[in-house]
């Protein structure tokens, strides 16, 4: 049984850091590109922020976190990170991790269709 556990979120200000963790089993990590998205309060859709492929050599940032957002991984873990500096109130959603075992490239990366697996989610809110 595939399981994608984020955990990391919570309460901050502007300009706060915070970082977000997904530790997977039951699939070969190292085998599937990974990615955050992110839904906000109130929004019926959820938004990709990055992408990062198997070997962690090529990542894709949403234009609204590059410079701030750094997602990495640690395939001998099991785990993705998302590194999230200079928080803004805009940042506040919950963020899901998400396993995709297909190659892609530019738009069709962005899809939430193309992901086999998904977390729970793991809330982060950010105050003014």
């Known amino acids: 049984q595939v399981q994608l556990d984020e955990s990391g979120g919570g309460s901050v200000q502007a300009g706060d850091s915070l970082s977000l963790s997904c530790a997977a089993s039951g699939l070969p990590f190292s085998r599937y590109d990974m990615a955050w998205f992110r839904q906000a309060p109130g929004k019926p859709d959820r938004e990709f922020v990055a992408r990062l492929n198997w070997s962690g050599g090529r990542a894709d940032y949403v234009d609204s976190v590059k410079g701030r957002f750094t997602i990495s991984r640690d395939n001998a873990k099991n785990t993705l990170y998302l590194q999230m500096n200079t928080l803004k109130p805009e940042d506040t959603a919950r963020y899901f991790c998400?396993?995709?075992?297909?190659?892609?490239?530019?738009?069709?990366?962005?899809?939430?269709?193309?992901?086999?697996?998904w977390g729970q989610g793991t809330l982060v809110t950010v105050s003014s």
């Open positions: 998400a396993a995709d075992r297909e190659y892609c490239a530019g738009d069709a990366c962005y899809s939430r269709s193309r992901y086999n697996y």
